[in-house]
């Protein structure tokens, strides 16, 4: 089965620090992708990164980082000097070969001035 | 370029009602998917259109249904309203053999009361 864990449901921190959400997913399929979306409170869904899973190497774009293990199935992502403007839910999402996306339950960033 | 549109914003609707909600894909996109989200809850996948037939479908009830039109425009049709139906519905638009790239519209927040 095709599943996404994101453990953290709600996390604050401070602007200007660094904050790392957290991914673990579950899939029996070699050629995959992963993503990263933010939903801020308009609603839309906004795509952030994605990675497919014969590319492990680790990227910074801007202040986006991503972290994709797939020894431990995570794909942690990691948003530097951190600004009220992140404040948003952070989905992680699955995407295989039936071509649908399988999101995690979100976590919750507020970024407190 | 208009990216995907969803109409109306937000509607209400009273148990036992049927509803229509619409999507404009973006320019240039073939293939249209409807994801419900529950409130604090990810994006749960229901179905995808391509050249006017559903292609895959995720585990929802007949109660949805949905139709594609040739200029690619969709819609979905839920019938026999549930409370549990309210929830914000995200259409994504997408060229069939690139659904990794899909953009995401605003949504459409439906209340069912």
């Given amino acids: 089965a095709q599943k996404v864990t994101q453990a953290q449901t709600e996390i604050s921190v401070v602007e200007k620090e660094d904050v790392t959400l957290d991914c673990v997913y579950e899939t029996r399929d070699t050629t995959y992708y992963l993503f990263w979306y933010k939903q801020p409170p308009s609603g839309e869904l906004v795509f952030l990164i994605r990675r497919n899973s014969f590319d492990e190497q680790n990227e910074i774009s801007g202040r986006y980082s991503w972290n994709f293990q797939k020894s431990t199935s995570s794909f942690n992502f990691t948003i530097t000097a951190s600004q009220v403007v992140d404040s948003a839910v952070y989905f992680c999402a699955l995407f295989f070969g039936n071509e649908k996306l399988t999101f995690g339950t979100g976590t919750r960033l507020t970024i407190i001035p | ?113």
């Fill in chain 2, 1 to 113: 370029d208009a990216g995907v549109t969803q109409s109306p914003t937000h509607l209400i609707k009273t148990r036992g009602q049927q509803v229509t909600l619409r999507c404009s894909p973006k320019s240039g996109h073939d293939t249209v998917s409807w994801y419900q989200q529950a409130l604090g809850q990810g994006p749960q996948f229901i179905f995808q259109y391509y050249e006017e037939e559903e292609r895959q479908r995720g585990n929802f009830p007949d109660r949805f249904s949905g139709h594609q039109f040739p200029n690619y425009s969709s819609e979905l049709n839920v019938n026999a309203l549930l409370l549990g139906d309210s929830a914000l519905y995200l259409c994504a638009s997408s060229i069939l053999r690139r659904v990794t790239e899909a953009f995401f519209g605003q949504g459409t927040r439906l209340t069912v009361v």
